[in-house]
């Protein structure tokens, strides 16, 4: 499975839209881009995934570029709960999850 | 509805001493999955259970057993524990199979909250 490139951190203003961006210019046609959260070493949290169409749920919004080698998840509204490590992963099987070290998001007040 | 519960949350062990993890799901889910996490990295997978009877190696596999004891079950052993098994482990599942002889799937994982394991 491909691998991903995200930033270590990055802030955002509590109120503010939250865009994290991941690169994985290596994604073949059927991989799938998914994003996770981990809170406070709980276990991760499932946010959304897509493969070429842009999704949105109650949670978060994903943008993937037309050529799907970049991605972005946008947190329309960030609170302070939001602050967490973000993890894009790419697969294709949908059971060999690399998880990288991924965004650690600080919301501030 | 619980999810994926993880039994003990923490435990301490000597080296040399064997020790078995416990996960369950309540979602009827076919996979199921083991990972660890180091301080400061990310996820890594252990091993992982396509469906009821068969087990596959993930990344980092040496030092580790698996069962998958029904389809609700999937227990991780540490047969003689080593200080470099200090880490967090966490259990997933999911709802699809993901193999080349079931069928891919696209289905997200669900984690439990994590066994934290020292080996002193």
């Known amino acids: 499975d491909a691998k991903t490139t995200q930033p270590p951190s990055m802030d955002c203003a509590e109120g503010r839209a939250a865009n994290l961006p991941c690169n994985h210019s290596t994604i073949s046609g059927n991989e799938y881009v998914y994003w996770y959260r981990q809170i406070h070493s709980q276990g991760p949290q499932y946010i959304i995934h897509?493969?070429?169409n842009n999704e949105t749920n109650e949670m978060a919004s994903l943008i993937i570029t037309e050529d799907r080698k970049s991605s972005t998840l946008i947190l329309p509204h960030a609170t302070l709960r939001d602050t967490a490590v973000y993890y894009c992963?790419?697969?294709?099987?949908?059971?060999?999850?690399?998880f990288g070290t991924g965004t650690s998001l600080t919301v501030i007040p | 509805n619980a999810g994926v519960t993880q039994t003990p949350k923490f435990q301490v062990l000597k080296t040399g001493q064997s020790m078995t993890l416990q996960c369950a799901q309540d979602m009827n889910h076919n996979s199921m999955y083991w990972y660890r996490q180091d301080p400061g990295m990310g996820l890594r997978l252990i091993y992982y259970?396509?469906?009821?009877?068969?087990?596959d190696k993930g990344e980092v596999p040496n030092g580790y057993n698996v069962s998958r004891l029904n389809k609700r079950e999937f227990s991780l052993r540490l047969e003689s524990a080593a200080p470099s098994q200090t880490s967090v482990y966490f259990c997933?599942?999911?709802?699809?199979?993901?193999?080349?002889?079931?069928?891919?799937?696209?289905?997200?994982?669900?984690f439990g909250d994590g066994t934290r394991l020292s080996i002193l």
């Open positions: 992963i790419v697969s294709f099987t949908g059971n060999q999850f690399y």
């Open positions: 897509g493969l070429k």
């Open positions: 997933a599942s999911s709802e699809a199979v993901g193999t080349i002889l079931y069928g891919y799937s696209n289905q997200p994982q669900h």
């Open positions: 259970s396509a469906s009821e009877g068969t087990t």
